[in-house]
């Protein structure tokens, strides 16, 4: 069985920086595309950015586009997301999710980690 574990969230003030990894076990990593998603209280969770088997191509939702990077480490079974000029509204807790293509709008299958929680202070 798959278990992603996502790690590295925390409390910044506006413009600060954060990097979130997630590590993923018990399955074939490399196989397939993975992404980020995200849920701010009371709403629903939403796509972030995703990341090809081989991370040649990525996708980000228009929101964080040239702020947020993500990233992967297919020898240590890792993905990343580096986001840089944070503000108030990226508050929400952050998951990792193996998708099926489109990577525009990526489809989460399986199961989801924990999160971790991103707080951004005005």
């Known amino acids: 069985q798959v278990q992603l574990v996502e790690s590295g969230g925390g409390s910044v003030q506006a413009g600060g920086s954060l990097r979130l990894s997630c590590h993923v076990s018990?399955?074939?990593?490399?196989?397939?595309?993975m992404a980020w998603f995200r849920q701010a209280p009371g709403k629903e969770r939403e796509f972030v950015a995703a990341?090809?088997?081989?991370?040649?191509?990525?996708t980000y939702t228009d929101s964080v586009k040239g702020r947020f990077t993500i990233s992967r480490d297919n020898t240590k079974n890792m993905v990343y997301l580096q986001m840089n000029g944070l503000n108030p509204v990226d508050t929400a807790v952050y998951y990792c999710?193996?998708?099926?293509?489109?990577?525009?709008?990526?489809?989460?299958?399986?199961?989801w980690g924990q999160g971790t929680q991103v707080t951004v202070s005005s």
């Open positions: 018990g399955g074939t990593f490399k196989n397939y595309a």
């Open positions: 999710a193996q998708v099926r293509p489109p990577l525009g709008q990526p489809i989460p299958f399986g199961s």
């Open positions: 990341i090809s088997w081989s991370g040649g191509m990525t």
